[in-house]
């Protein structure tokens, strides 16, 4: 988001090409090599303990719903769909190879858009 931020906002006033791509190259390689940190963190905890999830706000909250008429046995439910972060074995291959990937994009972008005035 900084380098999308830095370049989007300021890249016309930006008159270097190298600062740019040095910029969004930056970016990206370190949200990879962030990644690449808390994939490891993940992986020195045992096997039962590998997720973590930190929960920024219940987006959708919802009350308590009764699922049974009887009362001795009367069960009940809620529903909340939470806005989180979630780290688990999944989605560290996936933030991987999402980042990885892009790093590698952005480096070949940069040859490959050099001299375009867009």
Not at 2 to 26: D, H, P, Q, Y
Not at 71 to 89: C, G, Y
């Amino acid at each position: 988001m900084v380098g999308v931020t830095i370049n989007g906002l300021f890249g016309r006033r930006i008159k270097s090409e190298k600062v740019i791509a040095l910029i969004a190259c930056a970016t990206i390689l370190t949200s990879f090599v962030l990644s690449v940190g808390a994939v490891y963190e993940l992986a020195q905890r045992p096997v039962e303990e590998r997720h973590e999830e930190i929960t920024l706000y219940e987006w959708i909250p919802s009350g308590v719903a009764h699922l049974t008429d009887d009362s001795l046995h009367e069960k009940t439910a809620t529903f909340s769909v939470p806005f989180a972060f979630l780290l688990d074995p999944l989605s560290a291959v996936m933030i991987l190879v999402v980042t990885g990937v892009g790093s590698l994009i952005h480096i070949y972008a940069v040859g490959y858009m050099r001299g375009d005035a867009g």
